[in-house]
């Protein structure tokens, strides 16, 4: 990952730097694509829920609440 994020401000976009290193990493460019941008998000960089808010969605949704609720905790969780 580190490897990725010290090479964005070469790119235009997360999505061409992606395309680019991903092969070099041996993995899918969205994979690479969708994990810089949750790291800029643990970061602070980008808006959106973090990893941790994330994980608790997860949790919670196996706790077998109603949907209704689910959805209500996600909405409440966006940045």
Do not use: C, F, H
Request: aromatic letters at 6%; charged letters at 35%; hydrophobic letters at 35%.
């Amino acid at each position: 990952m580190a490897y990725a994020m010290e090479r964005l401000d070469r790119y235009k976009s997360v999505s061409a730097a992606s395309a680019d290193i991903a092969p070099e990493l041996n993995i899918g460019k969205e994979t690479l694509r969708r994990w810089v941008l949750q790291a800029q998000v643990d970061a602070g960089d980008r808006a959106g829920p973090t990893s941790e808010v994330l994980s608790e969605i997860k949790a919670y949704e196996k706790t077998g609440r109603p949907k209704s609720e689910v959805l209500y905790r996600r909405r409440r969780m966006r940045v």
